[in-house]
């Protein structure tokens, strides 16, 4: 299996198969899974963007920015850990870093769902309700079977007492 084929299988599966998995015991386990495969096909940034996740899944913010750095550093074009780094700026409440991180992810792959949903987060969090709308109506576009932004979509009309 060529590198751009095995990155592609392992991207479709955590794509396909995190988003449908609510604890933080099963992410890890199902995410500890990812790391393993991503050893055996040699995806070393893939390996890192994983472990950034576990990290961040068990709040553990340090070693998850380390992480996810180290797989920015192997691969400069690698979508995932940007978005990554997002998630935990976005968890320790840094909200300008979790948008420019979230809009590099972006701006390397503009078919990914997950930071759209997290700029809604951070948008809603700030009370701008307009944005957070906006964005998670981008992540619904691009994929509508990801529960999230639907959640957080329903969570800012309830906030502005838009019940229609």
Not at 30 to 59: C, M, P
Not at 86 to 101: M, P, R
Not at 124 to 135: H, L, Q
Not at 153 to 159: F, R, W
Request: proline residues 2%; contains cysteine.
């Amino acid at each position: 299996m060529s590198q751009k084929d095995a990155k592609a299988k392992i991207r479709k599966q955590f794509l396909e198969d995190f988003k449908k998995i609510t604890k933080s015991t099963e992410r890890i386990k199902f995410l500890k899974t990812l790391i393993d495969h991503a050893e055996e096909l040699d995806l070393e940034s893939y390996s890192f963007f994983f472990r950034g996740y576990q990290k961040w899944v068990e709040k553990n913010f340090a070693p998850a920015i380390e992480c996810f750095e180290k797989a920015i550093v192997l691969d400069d074009t690698f979508a995932y850990p940007w978005n990554g780094l997002g998630n935990v700026y976005s968890a320790k409440k840094d909200y300008d870093k979790a948008i420019e991180a979230y809009n590099k992810s972006i701006a390397l792959d503009d078919t990914y769902a997950y930071p759209w949903n997290g700029l809604g987060n951070v948008y809603s969090a700030k009370k701008d309700y307009d944005k957070a709308i906006e964005a998670y109506n981008k992540s619904i576009a691009l994929d509508d079977t990801y529960a999230y932004p639907w959640n957080g979509l329903g969570n800012v009309y309830s906030a502005k007492k838009d019940y229609d």
